[in-house]
């Protein structure tokens, strides 16, 4: 599992540089694309982050990983916003999300359908509950949902 130990350790030391400039950890993520490697790194901070803000954790990370030296194989570090839509993977996105219209994928059909969108009631370790506009509530398990995120409205 190389590709878990290098996203938390790759967390851990952008935990101390983010915390100091008032950045959020969204997520970390090592995956393989085409024949490359990404370590990507979303951050975010209220009112946004910028291509300033991207860089500076970019330089601040890269000299850590640098210094500690553990992944194995080449990379790209990328780091971004998780911009519109981001999806909720870690019990404070679920938090801060209650009472937000969210969008729900599900691996296989649920009651014919694989995408539902409602407004977020109720989370656990175990399930995720939404209300749609009708006002019929909804309890997933989690091991059923593919993605789920922020909806956004046009």
Same mark, same amino acid.
């Given at each position: 599992?190389?590709?878990?130990?290098?996203?938390?350790?790759?967390?851990?030391?952008?935990?101390?540089?983010?915390?100091?400039?008032?950045?959020?950890?969204?997520?970390?993520?090592?995956?393989?694309?085409?024949?490359?490697?990404?370590?990507?790194?979303?951050?975010?901070?209220?009112?946004?982050?910028?291509?300033?803000?991207?860089?500076?954790?970019?330089?601040?990370?890269?000299?850590?990983?640098?210094?500690?030296?553990?992944? %194995? %194989?080449?990379? $790209?570090?990328?780091?971004?916003?998780?911009?519109?839509?981001?999806?909720?993977?870690?019990?404070?996105?679920?938090?801060?999300?209650?009472?937000?219209?969210?969008?729900?994928?599900?691996?296989?059909?649920?009651?014919?359908?694989?995408?539902?969108?409602?407004?977020?009631?109720?989370?656990?370790?175990?399930?995720?509950?939404?209300?749609?506009?009708?006002? $019929?509530?909804?309890?997933?398990?989690?091991?059923? $949902?593919?993605?789920?995120?922020?909806?956004?409205?046009?």
């Amino acid at each position: 599992m190389k590709r878990e130990e290098y996203e938390q350790r790759t967390e851990a030391l952008l935990e101390p540089i983010t915390g100091e400039q008032g950045y959020e950890v969204v997520d970390v993520e090592f995956v393989k694309e085409g024949a490359n490697r990404y370590l990507r790194v979303y951050i975010d901070k209220e009112g946004g982050v910028t291509l300033d803000d991207c860089e500076a954790v970019s330089r601040a990370l890269s000299d850590r990983l640098d210094e500690e030296d553990f992944i %194995e %194989e080449s990379y $790209i570090l990328e780091v971004s916003s998780p911009g519109l839509g981001r999806p909720l993977k870690k019990d404070k996105d679920f938090r801060r999300n209650l009472g937000e219209l969210v969008e729900i994928r599900t691996f296989r059909p649920v009651e014919k359908q694989k995408e539902f969108c409602g407004v977020l009631r109720a989370y656990d370790a175990e399930t995720v509950t939404i209300e749609d506009e009708d006002g $019929i509530k909804r309890c997933f398990a989690r091991s059923q $949902i593919a993605l789920i995120r922020q909806a956004v409205i046009w």
